[in-house]
């Protein structure tokens, strides 16, 4: 059963936007929808500098209320700058004070007498792994393979990889992974992911097959 070699980039982007489960919420919520929502400001910015009569400064004083708008694209940053933005700051700034309320008198088990320093608080959480890349790499791993890859999805290593991508996504959304670090969280989510492989995989059977055979 060789792997096809490589992955495409479809697959890489795909990979590292799952594994964004392994972040906290407010990273998360940052990626899901603070991404897009910059990119809308920035677009209606650059287009509404290009009509405004004072470019750069006409649309920025449009956006903080200062002048009126006069056009459409100045009206757009007109909404954003009176509606959005606020909303957005005071939606996270609530969300996060909420949080560190709650927490306050709460340290998880798995963090206790840790240092917890900048450099492992800002450290990217990696990407859910590439089944490829087991292949060979020991008996464990190759039997795990063997299951998941021949058996359960009849050596279709596409949808395995996609269906891995989707059990790993779903277990770091759990309860019981929200106080582990984004490092941790995903290694925990991968291992408990394996260990549910092994419990359908002996009728040859994924949980994502499953699912989606009884919920099209």
């Not at 990979?15 to 990626?31: E, H, M």
């Not at 464990?140 to 063997?146: A, G, N, V």
């Not at 770091?172 to 992974?177: F, S």
């Amino acid at each position: 059963m060789p792997p096809p070699r490589g992955q495409s980039i479809a697959v890489r982007v795909r990979r590292s936007f799952r594994s964004r489960k392994a972040l906290s919420g407010v990273t998360q919520w940052f990626i899901d929808w603070g991404v897009p929502i910059a990119v809308i400001i920035g677009w209606v910015w650059v287009f509404g500098a290009g009509r405004a009569e004072k470019s750069w400064s006409g649309i920025y004083r449009v956006f903080t209320l200062i002048d009126r708008p006069v056009h459409v694209s100045s009206w757009g940053a007109s909404v954003i700058g009176w509606l959005l933005v606020p909303a957005l700051i005071g939606g996270v700034a609530g969300h996060v004070i909420a949080a560190r309320m709650h927490r306050v008198k709460e340290i998880a088990t798995n963090h206790l007498f840790r240092r917890r320093s900048l450099a492992r608080r800002l450290k990217l959480p990696g990407r859910i792994t590439f089944l490829e890349t087991l292949h060979l790499k020991g008996p464990h791993d190759q039997e795990f393979l063997d299951r998941y890859v021949r058996r359960a999805h009849r050596g279709d290593w596409k949808k395995a990889q996609d269906h891995w991508e989707i059990l790993v996504r779903d277990v770091l959304c759990t309860v019981e992974l929200a106080d582990l670090d984004r490092t941790e969280a995903l290694a925990s989510a991968e291992s408990c992911a394996r260990a549910v492989m092994w419990m359908t995989s002996y009728e040859d059977k994924c949980l994502v097959c499953i699912a989606r055979a009884a919920h099209p």
